[in-house]
């Protein structure tokens, strides 16, 4: 398993909303083009860069760390923030889910979990980051991209 920094997790969470970013003008072409090649090349992000490029994200996330009597920038404050406390609704909501079948290395068919059975669902995401997974494994999900595998 590899072991991510603070910055690179939280990028893994917030790089899903990047395009949509640069799109609306939020951070320019030069800083779409570093934070694809640190996903890529699994690069460690700077907390400034992911402040200018994320700045709704890491606002929250060090009001987060302030509530909590914590650091922002430690590997267990950003993990807490974004699997239980990111508080976005639609899209933007990060969810947790179940592996149900491993199509290709690329397509996984999950099952996102809901209040109830009910609210549960199943749709395919896509494994951007490459993860080994298997079926069964538990997940987060953001944006229909899954994000991390859980112990």
């Known amino acids: 398993m590899i072991t991510l920094t603070p910055e690179q997790l939280f990028l893994r969470y917030a790089y899903v909303c990047t ?3 640069f799109a609306r003008g939020l951070f320019n072409e030069a800083h779409l083009v570093t934070l694809k090649r640190l996903i890529e090349e699994g690069g460690i992000p700077e907390q400034a860069l992911l402040e200018e490029c994320f700045t709704d ?3 929250a996330l060090i009001q987060f760390a302030h509530g909590q009597g914590q650091p922002a920038w ?4 950003v993990t807490d923030f974004w699997r239980h ?3 976005h609704t639609g899209d933007c909501r990060v969810l947790h889910g179940t592996v149900l079948v491993v199509c290709s290395q690329k397509k996984i068919a999950v099952r996102v979990y809901g209040d109830d059975a009910k609210k549960s669902s199943d749709y395919f995401a896509l494994n951007h980051y490459g993860l080994s ?7 987060t999900l953001h944006r229909r991209v899954i994000i ?4």
């Open 133 to 139: 997974l298997s079926v069964g494994d538990h997940i």
């Open 19 to 21: 395009e949509d970013r």
């Open 74 to 77: 430690t590997i267990e404050t």
């Open 85 to 87: 406390h990111h508080g």
């Open 148 to 151: 991390e595998r859980l112990a």
């Open 57 to 59: 994200a890491t606002n």
